[in-house]
């Protein structure tokens, strides 16, 4: 299997704009996490999907996040309006239950 | 709700030198334990994890962490670290009765020649 798998690597927009943040978790895992990085808060967990179903979004900064998982090998994260303050690593995992966690390379985030 | 503390957020050591990086979890379930290593521009890569059983856990590279329930820790330890364990190291604790895995701040590990 080739991983969890997120696109794009990086990205670099303008203030305003929407970005969208895709990852494709490991075949045959049932939980899938979005995680954002920064130096000043470390690893925060955004929202986490079991089985496709949004379990615990309560990590979401506010409405401008959002997230969703159409079927068991996609996911996106999106903001709309972005703006300087999201910009951070955004990691994707996915877990099978009971395991470990597997992330993504991650996607680096700029707003300009 | 859960929590996990890395008491370190650096440690510089010696090259062949032990370490050890320090971890306390709060929680008041059976939790799963687990050591993450973060090299530059790359995603957690797993070292090692606790799930049940025997309380000493090896792991990749050398590593190798207790869980000590008593004293809610997991500290890892390496009894000889290399110029290539320089990374970011995290501890993640996940609760029995849900799939949240929560991260702790990382302890930066920068091993000197």
């Known amino acids: 299997d080739a991983g969890v798998i997120q696109s794009p690597r990086h990205e670099v927009t303008e203030m305003g704009q929407e970005v969208t943040l895709r990852c494709k978790p490991i075949?045959?895992?049932?939980?899938l996490f979005w995680y954002r990085q920064t130096m000043m808060r470390g690893l925060e967990l955004l929202i986490y999907f079991n089985n496709n179903v949004p379990i615990d979004d309560s990590g979401m900064p506010e409405d401008r996040f959002s997230a969703k998982m159409p079927n068991a090998s996609f996911s996106t994260l999106k903001i709309q309006p972005s703006e300087p303050r999201d910009s951070a690593v955004y990691f994707c995992?996915?877990?099978?239950?009971?395991?470990?966690?597997?992330f993504g390379q991650g996607t680096r985030l700029t707003v300009v | 709700a859960q929590s996990v503390t890395q008491l370190d957020s650096q440690v510089p050591v010696f090259e062949e030198a032990p370490v050890e990086l320090r971890c306390n979890y709060s929680s008041s379930v059976s939790v799963y334990l687990f050591w993450y290593v973060q090299y530059p521009n790359q995603g957690l890569q797993l070292l090692l994890k606790y799930l049940s059983g025997s309380t000493l856990v090896k792991g990749i590279n050398g590593f190798e962490a207790e869980f000590n329930k008593s004293q809610t820790s997991f500290h890892l330890r390496k009894p000889s670290v290399h110029i290539s364990d320089t990374a970011e190291y995290f501890c993640?604790?996940?609760?029995?009765?849900?799939?949240?895995?929560?991260f702790g701040t990382g302890t930066r590990l920068k091993v000197l020649a």
């Open positions: 075949s045959g895992h049932n939980s």
């Open positions: 993640a604790v996940r609760g029995s009765g849900t799939y949240k895995y929560i």
């Open positions: 995992a996915s877990s099978l239950a009971g395991g470990e966690a597997f």
